[in-house]
């Protein structure tokens, strides 16, 4: 069963703007995170925010969650071309099977040079 | 270089024969995890192992089979009982529980059945 849902499933921007992604879920959540994917390799983890913090920041990155509406975003600023990949969230849940991760399926960003 | 490798990166098999995957990390983790990703669905958890000697089912358990005799070690087998094996398989590992840890993921192993 898959908690996340990303919105957009895709996305194309031009370098250097922004890009938005969200991400909705249904079951109250211990935290989130967001990992990024590019074609064909593994996936890297980019933030974990926990279900008591609204924001964080890494570098471009920034996270909101608003666990009220259960839902999440990822802001990337200044987009470039490195970026295009694939961004997925995933959520691990409040009580129960804490112990695993629970994946969208994923936004495929593209970023136009 | 600490990190988890995944042999081979691609690997091919007729139908009816089974496949065991290997996936080897040297982080000192804890808990391991095997992923399946086609396309359009994103990641499903297959089995997960929290500690040596112990693993559980994930959502998607049937025809495949784990073993995790070593800390470092988590291979998986896909077997002739599962119906459509051709996929992408990820390993991954974490300190400790997901509800404190990020995951850290292998490059993957590509398999394609005919």
Redesign the interface.
């Known amino acids: 069963?898959?908690q996340g849902e990303e919105d957009p499933q895709a996305l194309s921007i031009q370098e250097g703007e922004n890009a938005t992604m969200n991400c909705s879920y249904k079951t109250s959540i211990?935290?989130l995170?967001w990992?990024r994917q590019n074609s064909?390799?593994?996936?890297?983890?980019l933030i974990?925010i926990r279900s008591n913090e609204r924001e964080k920041h890494s570098g471009r990155l920034r996270v909101t969650l608003d666990t009220s509406k259960k839902s999440s975003s990822l802001l990337i600023t200044a987009s470039r071309a490195a970026d295009t990949a694939s961004y997925?969230c995933?959520t691990?849940p409040l009580t129960g099977a804490?112990?695993?991760?629970?994946?969208?399926?994923?936004i495929t960003l593209s970023v136009r040079p | 270089d600490g990190g988890?490798t995944?042999s081979p990166k691609y690997l091919f098999r007729k139908e009816g024969q089974n496949v065991t995957l290997s996936c080897e990390q040297n982080l000192n983790h804890d808990?391991m995890?095997w992923?399946r990703q086609d396309p359009?669905?994103?990641?499903?958890?297959i089995y997960?192992s929290?500690i040596v000697n112990d693993f559980?089912k994930?959502?998607i358990a049937e025809g495949y089979s784990v073993s995790r005799e070593k800390k470092e070690s988590f291979p998986l087998t896909v077997t002739s009982a599962q119906k459509n094996p051709t996929a992408?398989y990820?390993c991954?590992s974490t300190p400790g529980?997901?509800?404190n840890?990020?995951?850290?993921?292998?490059?993957?192993t590509?398999l394609t059945v005919t």
């Open positions: 069963s898959q211990n935290n995170q990992y064909g390799r593994g996936l890297v983890h974990l997925f995933a691990v804490n112990s695993k991760l629970t994946f969208g399926k994923g | 988890i995944q808990a995890y992923y359009g669905q994103g990641l499903r958890l997960y929290q559980q994930g959502d992408f990820l991954a529980k997901p509800s840890y990020e995951q850290y993921f292998g490059p993957g590509r």
